[in-house]
């Protein structure tokens, strides 16, 4: 249930100014600047940091409601932030299990720094478990050799959350997850992001020379490979359901257009109605309806079984991409749809339903992809050794 707090923090007079700014920015491909100093100026970044360091304390069933609400207004905004969340969830999550390996993370975020993700490689299609980036052991830390794609927030976090691989030893490689500063020597941003949607998130590229990575800065080294770490499963758990939940907020606000449209469509053929009469209209409508229903019971459920300790043993990845896939394909098709009940008009450019046509593509590319999570899912429950050979 959303609590009076959350809808102080996220008002509709505060979203609807996010509404007005989303086309503007996607068209110059240029971040929501003015959205993220509101969302700070309302305390909305420390949503998920615990009441007693200072944050809202939402939990992943409250926050992720909200996210989705707030995609409804502005999805590239939406799917940013969620990078920052999902780190503060996940260390608020593990202390409050005892584990308190990422309190640093709360630190940051009760002092106001912006967290990203850094996470996206070219060349590794196993996103987490392994990496192109390369980790070296040094003196007090890790040196950190690489680079990262699909970084939003572009220039405007203050530290990004990677991971990158140490194979030295070939029988046992690790991956080592921690921070990076923005201004860290060997740090460079890219400037190339340039994409059919999403454009105001300024995903760009993040190359790392030599960076250092700190001891005091690392969230955790794990074993190479799908990993049962209870850091590196909570950290998914609340990644992949905020993202998640940003598609679902964009097919829910298509559908709301759709049915707008329909409901003062006119047609000459139509002489006694409107386009809200016609049975294929209907049915279309009905039809994402009960997309959207499906989609978010499931994600509701996941995040609820996270909150109240539900044990899924083995089985948390399983349906953690079970609802992150069910999510991406239903507001897709959703999205689409709604471009078939208002016509001709969705294709302008300028039109909203344009942009979140475009806005939803990202759920494709979003880990785990369609294959990767059939691969993941299908081996998890015929019980192939994911620590085995691939194929």
Same mark, same amino acid.
């Given at each position: 249930?959303?609590?009076?707090?959350?809808?102080?923090?996220?008002?509709?007079?505060?979203?609807?100014?996010?509404?007005?700014?989303?086309?503007?920015?996607?068209?110059?491909?240029?971040?929501?600047?003015?959205?993220?100093?509101?969302?700070?100026?309302?305390?909305?970044?420390?949503?998920?940091?615990?009441?007693?360091?200072?944050?809202?304390?939402?939990?992943?069933?409250?926050?992720?409601?909200?996210?989705?609400?707030?995609?409804?207004?502005?999805?590239?905004?939406?799917?940013?932030?969620?990078?920052?969340?999902?780190?503060?969830?996940?260390?608020?999550?593990?202390?409050?299990?005892?584990?308190?390996?990422?309190?640093?993370?709360?630190?940051?975020?009760?002092?106001?720094?912006?967290?990203?993700?850094?996470?996206?490689?070219?060349?590794?299609?196993?996103?987490?478990?392994?990496?192109?980036?390369?980790?070296?052991?040094?003196?007090?830390?890790?040196?950190?050799?690489?680079?990262?794609?699909?970084?939003?927030?572009?220039?405007?976090?203050?530290?990004?959350?990677?991971?990158?691989?140490?194979?030295?030893?070939?029988?046992?490689?690790?991956?080592?997850?921690?921070?990076?500063?923005?201004?860290?020597?060997?740090?460079?941003?890219?400037?190339?992001?340039?994409?059919?949607?999403?454009?105001?998130?300024?995903?760009?590229?993040?190359?790392?020379?030599?960076?250092?990575?700190?001891?005091?800065?690392?969230?955790?080294?794990?074993?190479?490979?799908?990993?049962?770490?209870?850091?590196?499963?909570?950290?998914?758990?609340?990644?992949?359901?905020?993202?998640?939940?940003?598609?679902?907020?964009?097919?829910?606000?298509?559908?709301?257009?759709?049915?707008?449209?329909?409901?003062?469509?006119?047609?000459?053929?139509?002489?006694?109605?409107?386009?809200?009469?016609?049975?294929?209209?209907?049915?279309?409508?009905?039809?994402?309806?009960?997309?959207?229903?499906?989609?978010?019971?499931?994600?509701?459920?996941?995040?609820?079984?996270?909150?109240?300790?539900?044990?899924?043993?083995?089985?948390?990845?399983?349906?953690? &991409? +079970?609802?992150?896939? /069910? !999510? @991406?394909?239903?507001?897709?098709?959703?999205?689409?749809?709604?471009? #078939?009940? %208002? *016509?001709?008009?969705?294709?302008?450019?300028?039109?909203?339903?344009?942009? &979140? +046509?475009?806005?939803? /593509? !990202? @759920?494709?590319?979003?880990?785990?992809?369609?294959?990767?999570?059939? #691969?993941? %899912? *299908?081996?998890?429950?015929?019980?192939?050794?994911?620590?085995?050979?691939?194929?």
């Amino acid at each position: 249930m959303t609590t009076t707090l959350e809808r102080t923090a996220l008002t509709d007079d505060l979203l609807a100014d996010f509404r007005d700014r989303a086309a503007r920015h996607d068209a110059t491909g240029t971040y929501a600047t003015d959205d993220l100093a509101a969302l700070r100026a309302a305390g909305w970044l420390r949503a998920a940091l615990p009441a007693d360091r200072g944050g809202l304390g939402l939990d992943l069933a409250a926050l992720a409601a909200e996210q989705r609400r707030l995609a409804r207004f502005s999805p590239a905004t939406a799917l940013s932030t969620c990078m920052h969340h999902y780190w503060v969830g996940t260390a608020a999550d593990l202390a409050a299990r005892g584990v308190d390996v990422a309190d640093p993370v709360l630190t940051w975020a009760a002092a106001g720094e912006v967290l990203a993700s850094g996470h996206a490689e070219a060349g590794n299609d196993v996103p987490v478990a392994l990496s192109t980036t390369r980790a070296t052991r040094v003196a007090g830390g890790w040196r950190i050799d690489g680079r990262k794609m699909f970084g939003s927030l572009g220039e405007h976090w203050d530290r990004l959350g990677l991971h990158a691989m140490d194979a030295s030893d070939p029988a046992a490689p690790v991956v080592v997850h921690g921070f990076v500063r923005r201004h860290a020597a060997g740090l460079r941003t890219v400037r190339n992001w340039d994409a059919q949607g999403m454009r105001a998130t300024e995903s760009h590229d993040t190359v790392l020379d030599g960076v250092f990575l700190a001891d005091a800065e690392v969230l955790r080294v794990a074993p190479a490979g799908p990993s049962d770490d209870p850091v590196v499963g909570a950290m998914q758990v609340w990644a992949l359901t905020l993202i998640a939940n940003v598609s679902v907020g964009i097919a829910e606000r298509a559908l709301e257009l759709a049915v707008t449209h329909a409901r003062s469509r006119t047609s000459i053929a139509l002489p006694r109605g409107t386009f809200a009469h016609h049975p294929l209209v209907q049915h279309q409508v009905a039809g994402m309806h009960l997309e959207l229903s499906a989609a978010r019971a499931q994600l509701d459920t996941l995040a609820r079984d996270r909150v109240t300790g539900v044990d899924h043993g083995p089985l948390w990845g399983v349906h953690v &991409l +079970s609802a992150k896939w /069910r !999510a @991406a394909h239903a507001a897709m098709r959703v999205v689409d749809t709604a471009c #078939e009940v %208002v *016509g001709g008009a969705s294709y302008r450019v300028g039109s909203e339903l344009e942009r &979140l +046509s475009r806005d939803v /593509r !990202a @759920a494709r590319f979003h880990p785990g992809t369609d294959a990767f999570t059939h #691969e993941m %899912v *299908g081996k998890a429950l015929l019980g192939v050794d994911p620590a085995g050979p691939r194929w």
